[in-house]
């Protein structure tokens, strides 16, 4: 199993950007997908999460702003993070899991991680 993180970049706050979680060697509609990130300095926190019903779930840090989301034609799941600031600066990180939950030890499977930095 394999999962490709990607996406991330520079932006200034108030930007948006998509970062998507690509896998191979397993169909993300089987499973539940969560987005997760560590900022410098600090512990990786769980930001989002889609079951695999299709229900999606939030940090109160990033409700109304962060949006995920999942194409099965390309087994691919999505976040599209909107209005950005400084503070979401972090590597965001993939990951699936049996089991939908911000628990990260419930997560087998994990992607390489993609940088995300909110900066004027």
């Known amino acids: 199993v394999q999962l490709q993180a990607s996406g991330g970049g520079l932006v200034q706050p108030g930007g948006s950007l998509r970062l998507s979680c690509r896998a191979s060697g397993l169909h993300l509609y089987q499973t539940a997908t969560g987005w997760f990130r560590q900022a410098p300095g600090k512990e990786r926190e769980g930001v989002s999460y889609?079951?695999?019903?299709?229900?999606?779930y939030y940090a109160d840090s990033v409700k109304g702003r962060f949006t995920i989301s999942r194409d099965n034609t390309v087994n691919t799941v999505y976040l599209q993070v909107n209005s950005l600031k400084p503070k979401d600066t972090a590597v965001y990180y993939c990951a699936t899991s049996m089991y939908g939950s911000f628990e990260e030890s419930l997560y087998d499977y994990w992607g390489q991680g993609t940088q995300v930095t909110v900066s004027s």
């Open positions: 889609i079951s695999n019903d299709g229900k999606t």
